[in-house]
T-cell receptor
Framework: AQKVTQAQTEISVVEKEDVTLDCVYE???????LFWYKQPPSGELVFLIR??????QNEISGRYSWNFQKSTSSFNFTITASQVVDSAVYFC???????????FGTGTRLTIIP | NAGVTQTPKFRILKIGQSMTLQCAQD?????MYWYRQDPGMGLKLIYY???????DKGEVPNGYNVSRSTTEDFPLRLELAAPSQTSVYFC???????????FGPGTRLTVT
């Protein structure tokens, strides 16, 4: 069975602070994919990143960065210099190769205080 | 491209009523999915389809039915609505099962 744990239910930080959202996953497969999605207050889910299990390089996209560590089964997401527009619920998700079903974590609600 | 569209945006049903949630995508994606999101929870997969004419159950299929007669459309049918089906429903599509899913705006359903 596969599982995604986002232990941080809610986080609040003051604008311009850096913040890291944790994601820990469980799977017995060697080939899998990890995703992050953002759900702003408007409700839609927005795709942020996809990473396969063979690519452990960190990824940076503007103020967003992702740290994938297979040794600790973690795929953490850092927002640098946070902004109010970053306020949202963030979901981490896992997809096994050969299984078309995404397993979502329960999400982390991030609030950026102006 | 409109992406993934869902109708209606909101609906209130009485217990025992039935309804169909509509979902369409114009990206020529093979895979389509239906999820429900309960407050404070992640998304749970109800049904999915890997192509026209092919559907399969997800994690929480009871009380729902789907069909996929075209690549573009993937309606979700609720039969005999129950309060436990009060939720936000999201439709999504993907080029294939290994790539990112694109989500519709959601349908907020209340069963009273």
């Amino acid at each position: 069975a596969q599982k995604v744990t986002q232990a941080q239910t809610e986080i609040s930080v003051v604008e311009k602070e850096d913040v890291t959202l944790d994601c820990v996953y469980e799977t017995r497969d060697t080939t899998y994919y990890l995703f992050w999605y953002k759900q702003p207050p408007s409700g839609e889910l927005v795709f942020l990143i996809r990473r396969n299990s063979f690519d452990e390089q960190n990824e940076i996209s503007g103020r967003y960065s992702w740290n994938f560590q297979k040794s600790t089964s973690s795929f953490n997401f850092t927002i640098t210099a946070s902004q109010v527009v970053d306020s949202a619920v963030y979901f981490c998700a896992l997809l096994r190769f050969g299984n078309e079903k995404l397993t979502f974590g329960t999400g982390t609600r991030l609030t950026i205080i102006p | 491209n409109a992406g993934v569209t869902q109708t209606p945006k909101f609906r209130i049903l009485k217990i025992g009523q039935s309804m169909t949630l509509q979902c369409a995508q114009d990206m020529n994606h093979n895979y389509m999915y239906w999820y429900r999101q309960d407050p404070g929870m992640g998304l749970k997969l109800i049904y999915y389809s890997v192509g026209a004419g092919i559907t399969d159950k997800g994690e929480v299929p009871n009380g729902y039915n789907v069909s996929r007669s075209t690549t573009e459309d993937f309606p979700l049918r609720l039969e005999l609505a129950a309060p436990s089906q009060t939720s936000v429903y999201f439709c999504a599509s993907s080029y294939d099962g290994l790539y990112e899913q694109y989500f519709g705006p959601g349908t907020r359903l209340t069963v009273t």
